[in-house]
Nanobody
């Protein structure tokens, strides 16, 4: 059974940075695709980034440049780093392992 603990969300001013974390098992990180999604109020959940077990990374075109997905297998977690955050980045962010959802963490970007 895959378990998730998400953290790193909160309030930040435009231009700041955030590092979201999703803690899971070492086995899951080595065996499965991992991904991040986000969902703003009243909008559909959208894919942000993905990493395959090989380490290959993929990003939605609009996210490329400011968003980085990474993993730390030894410490049983993976991350989403968001640089130069903007108000439109405000959303609930969800980690995903092998198509299994974690609980979201709220990111709020405001002046």
């Amino acid at each position: 059974q895959v378990q998730f603990v998400e953290s790193g969300g909160g309030s930040v001013q435009p231009g700041g940075t955030l590092r979201l974390s999703c803690e899971t098992s070492q086995f899951a990180l080595r065996a499965y695709a991992i991904a991040w999604f986000r969902q703003a109020p009243g909008r559909e959940r959208e894919w942000v980034a993905q990493m395959l077990p090989s380490g290959a990374t993929y990003y939605k075109d609009a996210m490329k440049g400011r968003f980085t997905i990474s993993r730390d297998v030894a410490n049983n977690r993976f991350f989403l780093h968001i640089a130069s955050v903007q108000p439109e980045d405000t959303a609930v962010y969800y980690c995903n392992v092998n198509s299994t959802w974690g609980q979201g963490t709220q990111v709020t970007v405001s002046s």
